[in-house]
């Protein structure tokens, strides 16, 4: 069983903003998958060995409250040679729009997505 969703908002001022972009500021890809990582490993209580397939579908720009949904992952995303060790779960994750600074973004716009590995002692199944 997957937990719930996580709420995430964006602070509207900090210091990573200025300089990315200037004059269009938004949040580093860096920053949202840290924040994809925390968010993880306290989710599920392991550590997060690797994030792969991760995609930026659209900017997310200071100010903006966003859900982090858990997912099964899809096999068929995985390009070859990507797969997780037996002794790693996979779990799919998708960051959504719940409103933005200004209500520019559509509740529910899919903003990035991808996947975190986590580690298991004994490579059981998280879903499946």
């Known amino acids: 069983m997957l937990p719930p969703p996580v709420e995430l908002r964006v602070p509207d001022a900090a210091f ?5 972009f200037p004059g269009a500021p938004c949040v580093p890809g860096s920053c949202l998958l840290e924040a994809v990582r925390r968010a993880a490993r306290q989710a599920f209580g392991r550590p997060v060995t690797c994030m792969a397939q991760a ?11 966003c859900r982090l949904l858990w997912k099964p992952p899809s096999p068929a995303a995985h390009a070859p040679g990507t ?14 729009a719940v409103c933005g600074p ?3 973004d559509a509740p529910g716009r899919r903003l990035a997505e991808g996947e975190v590995w986590l580690a ?7 879903c499946g």
């Open 120 to 126: 298991s002692g004994s490579g059981e199944a998280l």
């Open 102 to 104: 200004s209500d520019g």
């Open 55 to 65: 995609r930026f579908r659209h900017f997310v720009p200071p100010g903006s409250f």
């Open 16 to 20: 990573l903003h200025e300089e990315h």
């Open 83 to 96: 797969e997780a060790p037996s002794s790693c779960w996979r779990v799919g994750w998708q960051l959504v």
